[in-house]
């Protein structure tokens, strides 16, 4: 089956400061790429997405990249701020596949220092 | 107001006994889901369901059961087969029939057997 990795586990900035995490994937069919922001102890909500036809997606602070050749998709968080602080998942779907369920990676814990 | 609910928030649990977690949703999707999350860690797929009547074993299905009797519903009984069952549950839903959609989560129930 699918498998997710994400890197790093932990990543502290300065407010203002970028963040990047990175997320590889093992099946080349996949073809959805969701990232989830997770605050504590509440439930993970989609931040932005990337379908397989695309190579990048921008939203106002974040960005989604795409390499399908290297199977690797990656979030940028651009000007940091305190209230960035949260868990991000990232996670592939093959849409066709029966299930359509989405794997997901191990999460980034992001810390914004003000 | 559409969303997925659980419940309970919280749920005790004695070694040796059943319990079951419930999960709701009135977003008329096809699809719903269970994951577990474990203290940093990602989610894991327990079992997936695609529409009524039916579900598939995740990665971790050992231990839990679920039914599917109503679109809405796709209850969660951890059995006391499952050894460590103490973790964050999350049940989330997802339109089927539609390729590459948003996934919505519930709010989690937190187990802890004591």
């Known amino acids: 089956g699918e498998n997710v990795e994400q890197h790093p586990s932990t990543l502290s900035v300065q407010e203002g400061d970028s963040a990047v995490i990175k997320c590889t994937y093992s099946?080349?069919?996949?073809?959805?790429f969701p990232w989830y922001k997770q605050e504590l102890g509440k439930r993970p909500q989609l931040i932005i997405d990337i379908r397989s036809n695309v190579g990048e997606k921008k939203d106002q602070r974040i960005a989604v990249t795409l390499n399908k050749t290297a199977k690797h998709f990656s979030l940028h968080i651009t000007e940091t701020q305190p209230e960035d602080s949260a868990v991000y998942f990232c996670a592939a779907s093959i849409s066709w596949r029966a299930g359509n369920m989405l794997t997901f990676g191990g999460g980034t814990r992001l810390m914004v220092k003000p | 107001d559409g969303g997925i609910t659980q419940s309970p928030k919280y749920l005790f649990r004695k070694e040796g006994q059943n319990v079951t977690l419930s999960c709701e949703q009135n977003l008329n999707h096809d699809a719903m889901y269970w994951y577990r999350q474990d203290p940093g860690q990602g989610l894991r797929l327990i079992y997936y369901?695609?529409?009524?009547?039916?579900?598939q074993k995740g990665d971790i299905a050992e231990g839990y059961s679920v039914s599917r009797e109503k679109k809405e519903s796709f209850p969660l009984t951890v059995t006391s087969a499952q050894k460590n069952p103490t973790a964050f549950y999350l049940c989330?839903?997802?339109?089927?029939?539609?390729?590459?959609?948003?996934?919505?989560f519930g709010q989690g129930t937190r187990l802890t057997v004591v």
């Open positions: 099946d080349s069919a996949s073809n959805y």
């Open positions: 989330a839903s997802r339109r089927g029939e539609v390729a590459n959609t948003e996934a919505f």
């Open positions: 369901s695609q529409i009524v009547n039916d579900f």
